[in-house]
């Protein structure tokens, strides 16, 4: 292999691929990142058997191809001995088989590298029949929704992201059990089978980093993975086993109480009642109505108490007092991006509902917490 | 004690004062800062008792004084909290004597405190005859010299800044017993006393986060303890005892190799070596001359190696090889500003001295590694 290419197209190509390396990895040959130079261009992938990224670079954007070939760059330091090479092209060859070298006209690096042949042979299929949906719009699904995956792995399939997809409908649904995110998106067509997959939060925090809002994206999804493409960016997650909860019928359907509030004003004032309880577990806060007030006030023994208020509207004369988290609620808050929103209550020991006026794509429910 | 004040007059004095509060106290009463409000204005003290620090904020920036008083606030929430208020206009007010509501229409916080009977009488004491500075001139100083502290408590001396004041000149010495930092400035007159003190390195890092570069400082130096002064802001802390080592006569006077580099070339190629040596302690680049060429390079048996090269000039015919370690170079190029640097030699187990071609006040001294 002996190639010379542009820096900067190397680089981003590069940062992309490493995001699939895990720290945690400990099998020696999934540190290093596969380069092969073929006919067509430069692929390379990396993966930690869980989640695979390739990425491919055409021959038109490669300076200079000498040979073609594969090998198997360690991904520690080459995003920084790329960057900080001192021009803009870069000589990349192979000597003594297992040697790179890295070169421009005053700086060389010689890596040692590993074999192509010991790296996993990783398929990365697509469907006959993708979903296609616009960058930005999965972006805002997956922002919406991520924050909301468990972080314990008691429950492994809390820790993923439920993807439905029925009718001309996709649905991604999160919950830790205390708390749920559920995004609605209308597709451009109807697809027959229904889908109901989920996919490890993760992963899908580093498919939000890759992608590219500007641009579509293909989605395949097949019984045991899911794979998605845009641009010259191939992305491949492995699925959770196991039937994800039925979480529909946990919101309400009807509220005896809805508050209309500054989405604003509401969050700084939980952001200041949260001040005092940062230290505990819980961060509770407490809530309650009079009349177009909504008091917002949280309590700790040995630093002090804080009271705050805001004007809310109110549908009706029925007043009501609820404590929650307030990281959860911050949490949920940031997902909006309106000047008001709608809480929706029954009484002080069922979910909170957080929606837009316009909108109902976008649910958050939080659980309250009961205080006595 | 009851005023009312401009959220960021308050915080502006609040964040500087709170630099003083170690982390590390387990002293309830010097977790708080101590608001004193008087005839004059509004005092702030905080303290660790090895350093002390007292803002002034003069009546004539205060919107409103109701009642003068003394009381220590919890430092703790005490900045996150005035930030957050909604309103400019805040009022804060002792409430039941030692709790103070800090109050604005809609937000009010109830903070328990403590009684300023228990805060430590600290006294801050002015000498007749304080050495008056430059502020950017000290900051400059202090960049130029403190990253060069031991972190090591075996001596506990080398972890402070010695400082020297003789007729006109002051001089900043640290050194860590492998690298020295030296700089020296010319001051407007003549000192009678001549000065040698060394002040905790720690101490000063928080001075130069709150010396402001546009406004004159007054430094009051005693035997045990050193006052800098600028502005509203009164900064005192302990100084370390005993004698700081002799360090003169570790800087060669003659050179038998006299360097000419381009600092940024020169930087970035030891930046680009010092890549593959991360992960070890010592991380030992070497450089060689071969005529007007400077040879940079590592070595590590895992990963792979690193050449590099820049051009230089050089006073002889003579040629080095030398190691040394790739931080300290790095961190004592960062102290120049100017295009050319002077690399000056003797051998290979001889200092490395490093200086600017017009300007003899700075020195950097990096001891060389042996490598056999």
């Keep these: 292999m002996k190639f010379k290419i542009d820096k900067n197209i190397l680089l981003e190509s590069l940062v992309n691929v490493v995001r699939a390396i895990s720290p945690k990895n400990i099998i020696p040959i999934l540190n290093g990142i596969k380069f092969e130079l073929d006919d067509e261009g430069l692929y390379l992938t990396a993966s930690d058997s869980d989640l695979t ?25 080459i995003i920084d001995i790329i960057r900080k090479m001192p021009s803009e092209e ?7 088989g297992l040697k790179i070298r890295i070169y421009t006209n005053d700086s060389q690096y010689n890596l040692n590298c590993l074999d192509s042949e010991d790296y996993p042979h990783i398929i990365l299929e697509e469907s006959k029949n993708p979903i296609i949906i616009n960058g930005e719009i999965l972006k805002t699904m997956i922002r919406q929704t991520i924050f909301a995956v468990s972080q314990q792995e008691s429950r492994p399939l809390l820790t ?3 993807l439905k997809i ?15 995110a ?15 997959v989920t ?15 500007t641009l579509d994206v293909e989605i395949h999804i097949f019984s045991n993975k899911i794979l998605f493409k845009q641009n010259n960016i191939v992305f491949q997650s492995s699925l959770l086993n196991g039937k994800y909860p039925n979480t529909a019928n946990l919101i309400p359907n009807e509220f005896e109480i809805i508050i209309n509030a500054n989405l604003n004003d509401y969050y700084a004032s939980i952001d200041r009642a949260a001040l005092l309880t940062q230290s505990k577990d819980k961060n509770i806060v407490r809530m309650e109505t009079k009349g177009n007030d909504l008091n917002i006030s949280s309590f700790s023994s040995e630093i002090g108490k804080v ?3 805001i004007n809310i509207e109110k549908n009706t004369e029925k007043e009501i007092a609820i404590s929650f988290s307030s990281k959860y609620m911050m949490d949920a808050l940031k997902t909006f991006n309106e000047e008001e929103l709608l809480i929706l209550l029954n009484n002080d ?11 109902e794509s976008l649910i958050q429910l939080i659980l309250p917490i009961k205080t006595y």
């Excluded at 990224?53 to 330091?77: L, M, W």
């Excluded at 870069?90 to 003594?96: A, F, G, M, T």
């Excluded at 029925?166 to 749920?180: F, G, I, K, P």
Aim: hydrophobic share 35%; glycine share 4%.
């Design 160 to 162: 993923g992201l439920n």
């Design 90 to 96: 870069i000589n990349i060859e192979v000597i003594d």
């Design 349 to 359: 020991s069922s979910p909170i509902i957080l929606k837009s006026i316009k909108d």
């Design 166 to 180: 029925y009718n001309n409908v996709m649905e991604a649904v999160t919950t830790d059990s205390y708390r749920l």
């Design 307 to 309: 009271e705050d208020r």
């Design 199 to 213: 996919i490890p939060g993760k992963n899908i925090n580093e498919l939000d980093k890759i992608l590219d809002e």
């Design 53 to 77: 990224i390739k990425s491919f670079i055409p021959n038109e954007n490669i300076i200079e191809v000498e040979q073609q070939g594969t090998i198997i760059i360690q991904s520690k330091y």
């Design 182 to 196: 559920r995004k609605t998106i209308m597709l451009d067509k109807n697809y027959e089978e229904e889908i109901n």
